[in-house]
């Protein structure tokens, strides 16, 4: 009796396998569209999440304020004011930054 329903198993397994064999392309192919949704879904999670406040709060107190040397500044000052040619470029280009 064991092996009667161990060759009706096998006969039926075979069947199965014969049935699927038919339709690989297509189960290839929703594999594949399967994994590129999941993929294209993960970006956009990922995309649209925004940080933490606390993680924007523990970068910005980490971030250092630029410090200009007060010695430094009054050179450059100084120069500005010594030199009328830098003293036409300074104020042209803050009049406007985007002119060549």
């Given at each position: 009796m064991?092996?009667?329903n161990l060759?009706?198993?096998?006969?039926k397994v075979l069947d199965f396998i014969e049935n699927v064999k038919r339709y690989t392309v297509i189960l290839f192919c929703l594999f594949f569209a399967v994994i590129y949704g999941f993929?294209?879904?993960?970006v956009q999670v990922l995309n649209s999440s925004e940080p933490s406040l606390t993680d924007?709060?523990?970068?910005?107190?980490?971030?250092s304020v630029p410090h200009i040397d007060?010695?430094?500044l009054s050179q450059l000052q100084q120069l500005q004011d010594n030199s009328v040619s830098v003293k036409t470029l300074f104020s042209d280009l803050r009049s406007?930054?985007?002119q060549e």
């Open positions: 064991n092996e009667m060759e009706s198993f096998k006969e993929i294209v879904y993960r924007v709060a523990t970068k910005s107190q980490t971030a007060p010695k430094v406007n930054p985007f």
